[in-house]
């Protein structure tokens, strides 16, 4: 077995050509050889010998032919995973020295939740533009089932939110920050907004905003739901954007449920009403998920540090 990896190793070093992994890649998002060669500029049957010549190297059948077109093995799977990855990060090198010719310092791609948005990413942002003003960030919004597969393909660097409760991959490094609890809101004119100790019964007449069916927030709202005579709203809105969400609740008698930090600001400044009433579920960390400390440039090293000097003032304020 040592001996075989040894030999597959040797190869990929001295044969492996990223014009093969492009290609690997393209064919796998295509699901054709021809429609890959097409993309490359190059013939099929020179596309095809290409293919061949990586299940020769790596000793394992990378396709299956069907009558409409090639389906991925699982070694087609893995090795098209492992190849979206390495041509990343050579796009990701090329825009690190690209950016440090410009004086740009380095670039970071964070992914981001709704939890890290109002406090805790822009603290981070501020921390390290004060040190590398010239470094180049890149925010992306989205939820964990859209981020999680561009952070293991290279297409950015760290998730800054909630973290999942499950650990997609063991080389996922997931560092929590801090506990956020989960707290309902609505707009100032809402009927509860100025009632005292409510229970669950005084809201269930009204519409609720909710996040979106994947994540493991709605999974708990859900449960809880179910677990009250299966309650069913009489409307749900589903959104994870709080401006919209923040624009509703002051023009509609809408329930949210949202992260404490998240609405906080508003609550203070009195354009949402924190509701009376306990939650019962949803409390959990925050943290930063990225693929290790090696994954990281001296830019998403320098973000990293800056979070936890973040979190640390947040919790201490």
Do not use: C
Not at 116 to 124: K, Y
Not at 194 to 204: E, G, M, V
Not at 226 to 251: D, G, I
Request: hydrophobic share 45%; proline share 6%.
């Amino acid at each position: 077995m040592v001996a075989h990896h040894t030999r597959i190793v040797d190869r990929a070093i001295t044969r492996l050509k990223l014009r093969q992994l492009r290609l690997l890649v393209a064919v796998g998002q295509y699901g054709s050889i021809q429609n890959a060669a097409r993309e490359m500029e190059i013939s099929q049957p020179a596309a095809t010998k290409l293919i061949q010549d990586l299940e020769l190297d790596f000793e394992v059948q990378l396709f299956e032919r069907t009558n409409r077109g090639v389906i991925p093995t699982a070694h087609g799977d893995a090795l098209i995973r492992h190849g979206k990855l390495i041509l990343a990060q050579v796009s990701n090198a090329a825009q690190e020295l690209d950016d440090l010719t410009e004086g740009s310092s380095g670039r970071v791609v964070v992914g981001t939740l709704l939890a890290a948005a109002p406090n805790l990413l822009p603290s981070a942002i501020e921390t390290v533009l004060a040190d590398r003003p010239k470094v180049a960030i890149k925010v992306v919004e989205g939820t964990n089932d859209a981020l999680m597969p561009a952070l293991f393909s290279g297409e950015i660097d760290m998730i800054v939110g909630r973290l999942p409760t499950f650990r997609a991959r063991a080389t996922l490094v997931q560092e929590k920050l801090f506990d956020e609890r989960i707290v309902a809101v609505v707009g100032a004119q809402h009927p509860l907004a100025r009632k005292k100790s409510i229970s669950f019964k005084q809201l269930q007449p009204y519409g609720w905003i909710l996040p979106p069916l994947e994540t493991t927030l709605r999974r708990q709202v859900d449960q809880y739901f179910v677990s009250q005579k299966q309650y069913v709203p009489p409307a749900v809105l589903e959104s994870v954007s709080y401006l919209t969400n923040r624009s509703l609740f002051q023009t509609r008698d809408l329930i949210g449920l949202m992260p404490e930090h998240v609405v906080s600001d508003d609550i203070d400044n009195g354009l949402l009403v924190e509701v009376d009433w306990k939650v019962p579920f949803g409390k959990g960390p925050v943290g930063v998920s990225y693929r290790g400390p090696d994954s990281l440039s001296p830019a998403g090293a320098a973000f990293l540090k800056a979070l936890r000097h973040a979190a640390n003032a947040m919790q201490e304020s």
